[in-house]
């Protein structure tokens, strides 16, 4: 992978993550079901396809592995942050 279309699939993940980011404040802040699933595909879309986009790229040797890798990191978190966010809304932990 070339570091234009490299940068390209990054910038549409960062805009992916935007999305799936305001879904899953929407989802939290008024009890809506359907944003919070899309939040949540959102989020394993985001985390699990830079994974893989970051081995492949770090197979060819390119430098944007290591945003690759940073984003899924970022990712994980915030989606760990709204999982933990949804189990207290749902009542399975106080």
Known sequence: MDN????????????????T????????A???LTYGVLAMIGFTVCVFGSLVNGLFIRRDGGALAVWY??????TGIVFV?????????FGWWT
């Open 4 to 19: 234009r279309s490299g940068l390209l699939i990054f910038g549409i993940f960062v805009l992916l993550f935007a999305f």
């Open 21 to 28: 980011f305001v879904f899953g404040l929407d989802a939290l």
């Open 30 to 32: 008024v009890p809506n």
């Open 69 to 74: 890798f940073t984003y899924t990191i970022v």
């Open 81 to 89: 942050w709204f999982m933990t966010r949804c189990g207290t809304a």
